[in-house]
T-cell receptor
Framework: QQQVKQSPQSLIVQKGGISIINCAYENTAFDYFPWYQQFPGKGPALLIAIRPDVSEKKEGRFTISFNKSAKQFSLHIMDSQPGDSATYFCAASKKASGSRLTFGEGTQLTVNP | EAGVVQSPRYKIIEKKQPVAFWCNPI?????LYWYLQNLGQGPELLIR????????DSQLPKDRFSAERLKGVDSTLKIQPAELGDSAVYLC????????????FGEGSRLTVL
């Protein structure tokens, strides 16, 4: 059962543009929503995370927007740079620490110079 | 601080052969995870350890996969016998108790079964 659905599968953005990746979840018990970034040949690394008690979290050029009623959350990358080219995974779990983290299928982002 | 260390990075084997992957988590991290990542997909949890106890192994195909974390530190994931469909990247991750929830991943072990 696909509990976290991610779109688009791939995304091409020009340098300086805004990259937007969307995720939807089914399990209302989820209460921790991280985004991971993965470069080729490397393991995923945490980029930013949010809990459902806030609707938005911003860290530098990266922002998570969270819509609890719609069971959706999205990652916005402002002023996208070629170095942001990577695969991005949304994920969700029932609690922040020590529980099963369910990942989306990933979005391959390419930022053209 | 050293990150999660996995070995081997790459392994090519014939089908029906056994294979083993090793993971050394970040020092002090009591929770260890093995994830499977197929090409173009997100990681899927195989097994999660709290110290030496496997607390979530519902997705581990137990007919051919086994894992151990005998002293609650490093861990080994074994496949015997390997099948063509097992070709994937096997990721190990660790986290600390009471942490913010961040998982620290190793670089993975890429398995190719011929």
């Amino acid at each position: 059962q696909q509990q976290v659905k991610q779109s688009p599968q791939s995304l091409i953005v020009q340098k300086g543009g805004i990259s937007i990746i969307n995720c939807a979840y089914e399990n209302t018990a989820f209460d921790y929503f991280p985004w991971y970034q993965q470069f080729p040949g490397k393991g995923p690394a945490l980029l930013i995370a949010i809990r459902p008690d806030v609707s938005e979290k911003k860290e530098g050029r990266f922002t998570i927007s969270f819509n609890k009623s719609a069971k959706q959350f999205s990652l916005h990358i402002m002023d996208s740079q070629p170095g942001d080219s990577a695969t991005y995974f949304c994920a969700a779990s029932k609690k922040a620490s020590g529980s099963r983290l369910t990942f989306g299928e990933g979005t391959q982002l390419t930022v053209n110079p | 601080e050293a990150g999660v260390v996995q070995s081997p990075r790459y392994k090519i084997i014939e089908k029906k052969q056994p294979v083993a992957f090793w993971c050394n988590p970040i020092s002090g991290h009591n929770t260890l995870y093995w994830y499977l990542q197929n090409l173009g997909q997100g990681p899927e949890l195989l097994i999660r350890y709290e110290n030496e106890e496997a607390v979530d192994d519902s997705q581990l195909p137990k007919d051919r996969f086994s894992a151990e974390r005998l002293k609650g530190v490093d861990s080994t994931l074994k496949i015997q016998p390997a099948e063509l469909g097992d070709s994937a990247v096997y990721l190990c991750a660790s986290s600390s108790e009471g942490s913010t929830g961040e998982l620290f991943f190793g670089e993975g072990s890429r398995l190719t079964v011929l």
